[in-house]
Nanobody, 117 residues
Framework: EVQLQASGGGLVHAGGSLRLSCAAS????????IGWFRQAPGEEREGVSC???????YYADSVKGRFTISSDTAKNTVYLQMNSLKPEDTAVYYC???????????WGQGTQVTVSS
């Protein structure tokens, strides 16, 4: 069973930083993308950043230059370093894993990020 355990959210002032972690377990796929979506109150869930099994990275335009995604394959953990946080980054952040060949999707529980102005 695939499990994604997210952690690292919290409350921070604008301009501050947080690091999210997503520990993945129970999967043996070799073609995948793992990363983060977020959903603000009243808004649709949107993709934030992901990293693929070959190391390619993706960032939403709204976070480019401020967020950095990385992975520790030995720990099966993905990190999202979020710097220069803005109030508009406030949302519940969800870890997400997608496999390319099987088109399977897995979600972790959300972690709340709140940025005060």
């Amino acid at each position: 069973e695939v499990q994604l355990q997210a952690s690292g959210g919290g409350l921070v002032h604008a301009g501050g930083s947080l690091r999210l972690s997503c520990a993945a377990s129970g999967f043996t796929f070799d073609d995948y993308a793992i990363g983060w979506f977020r959903q603000a109150p009243g808004e649709e869930r949107e993709g934030v950043s992901c990293i693929t099994s070959d190391g390619s990275t993706y960032y939403a335009d709204s976070v480019k230059g401020r967020f950095t995604i990385s992975s520790d394959t030995a720990k099966n953990t993905v990190y999202l370093q979020m710097n220069s946080l803005k109030p508009e980054d406030t949302a519940v952040y969800y870890c997400h894993l997608a496999t390319f060949s099987l088109n399977l999707h897995y979600w972790g529980q959300g972690t709340q990020v709140t940025v005060s102005s």
